[in-house]
Nanobody, 122 residues
Framework: QVQLVESGGGLVQAGGSLRLSCAASGLTFSSYAMGWFRQAPGKEREYVGRIRWDTRYTYYADSVKGRFTISKDNAKNMVYLQMNSLKPEDTAVYYC???????????????WGQGTQVTVSS
């Protein structure tokens, strides 16, 4: 049974930083790309970024580029989202998701976590 469990969310002031973690189990983690998504109240889910299964490439949405960094530790089955210079508009529930390498081109994700709340106060 595949499980993705996010942690590290919370309340932070604008300009601050948070590091989200996602612990994966039940899958061959090194064969999966990992993505981060977020969903604000009343809005559609938004892509934040992703990292390739071998950590060789990372990609980010324009809205977070230069502020957020995704890293992946295949030895620990963990993926991280370092968020710096946070803005109130970054407030959302953040989700990690796992993507088989065969789905890389399609963008389809196979497994999702439950999410962790990030709130940025102004």
């Amino acid at each position: 049974q595949v499980q993705l469990v996010e942690s590290g969310g919370g309340l932070v002031q604008a300009g601050g930083s948070l590091r989200l973690s996602c612990a994966a189990s039940g899958l061959t983690f090194s064969s999966y790309a990992m993505g981060w998504f977020r969903q604000a109240p009343g809005k559609e889910r938004e892509y934040v970024g992703r990292i390739r299964w071998d950590t060789r490439y990372t990609y980010y949405a324009d809205s977070v580029k230069g502020r957020f960094t995704i890293s992946k530790d295949n030895a620990k089955n963990m993926v991280y989202l370092q968020m710096n210079s946070l803005k109130p508009e970054d407030t959302a529930v953040y989700y990690c998701a796992a993507q088989r390498s065969s789905s890389w081109a399609s963008g389809r994700y196979d497994y999702w976590g439950q999410g962790t709340q990030v709130t940025v106060s102004s």
